[in-house]
């Protein structure tokens, strides 16, 4: 075990700032479960994009397939709190941490069915077959990216601590964060419009991004990290130098 050295001060401030907004924001006795929040969102949204489309009266195609898409999301993602819960969410939360939570962030992600379903936007581009057949494979690709590489870090740190560089995480650092960036990109691609992706920018760049490395910043005690840090990518594989 190595002494890890300090996180990038950007980082650091964006995590104290990230954990005090959906933690502790307005004080107060702390009885809510970050993870019921999360679920609340994630498991309500087949409900609520089913909603929309009957107050838009909208049951297209590009409709439906939305709603099996992020609706399978929300499902899987309760499925995968069941079975193998991720011990960040287990945190308590005040009331004002549960509300900005998903005001910054949660929420958010149901901006992209009512843009959709309410097709409030023009112009949009039209969503041929060749959109939507690449949305579901990016989809279905993140989607498994996700649930697997967590499933396998829960259930190898069950067993052993330290550095986790086989399976998912032998060429990337952070395949369940890519996964999830996956996911939501296919619900971009849907939208068809700027918004959408301001949104994944605001997430990605305020919350995944000093999240992933933070998380390298505390890994880097671990014996072997320089190593695996060096043929790794963050999110993507890191080519080799042909030189």
Same mark, same amino acid.
């Given at each position: 075990m190595n002494q890890a050295p300090p996180p990038p001060a950007w980082a650091a401030a964006l995590g104290r700032l990230s954990n005090y907004l959906s933690q502790d924001f307005l004080g107060g006795p702390r009885r809510l479960r970050l993870a019921w929040v999360i679920n609340a969102q994630k498991g309500g949204t087949l409900v609520f994009v089913g909603a929309l489309m009957v107050a838009y009266d909208n049951t297209s195609t590009e409709a439906w397939i939305y709603l099996a898409l992020h609706g399978s999301y929300g499902i899987a993602w309760i499925l995968k709190d069941l079975c193998f819960p991720d011990p960040r969410w287990r945190v308590r939360v005040t009331l004002g941490g549960a509300f900005m939570s998903f005001a910054l962030v949660l929420g958010l992600y149901w901006v992209f069915p009512v843009l959709i379903i309410s097709d409030a936007l023009q112009p949009r581009s039209v969503a041929g077959p060749a959109l939507l057949g690449s949305a579901i494979a990016i989809h279905t690709l993140g989607l498994f990216l996700m649930v697997g590489a967590d499933a396998q870090r829960h259930f190898t740190l069950k067993n052993r601590t330290g550095l986790i560089t086989d399976g998912f995480f032998r060429y990337v650092r952070r395949p369940n964060? %890519?996964?999830? &960036?996956?996911?939501?990109? =296919?619900?971009?691609?849907?939208?068809?419009? @700027?918004?959408?992706?301001?949104?994944?920018?605001?997430?990605?760049?305020?919350?995944? %991004?000093?999240? &992933?490395?933070?998380?390298? =910043?505390?890994?880097?005690?671990?014996?072997? @990290?320089s190593a695996y840090k060096a043929r790794t990518g963050l999110l993507l594989p890191r080519l080799k130098n042909r030189s």
């Open positions: 964060y %890519l996964g999830e &960036m996956m996911v939501y990109a =296919a619900y971009a691609l849907m939208v068809r419009h @700027w918004v959408a992706w301001a949104i994944l920018a605001w997430v990605w760049g305020m919350i995944f %991004l000093p999240n &992933m490395v933070l998380t390298d =910043a505390s890994l880097a005690r671990h014996d072997g @990290w």
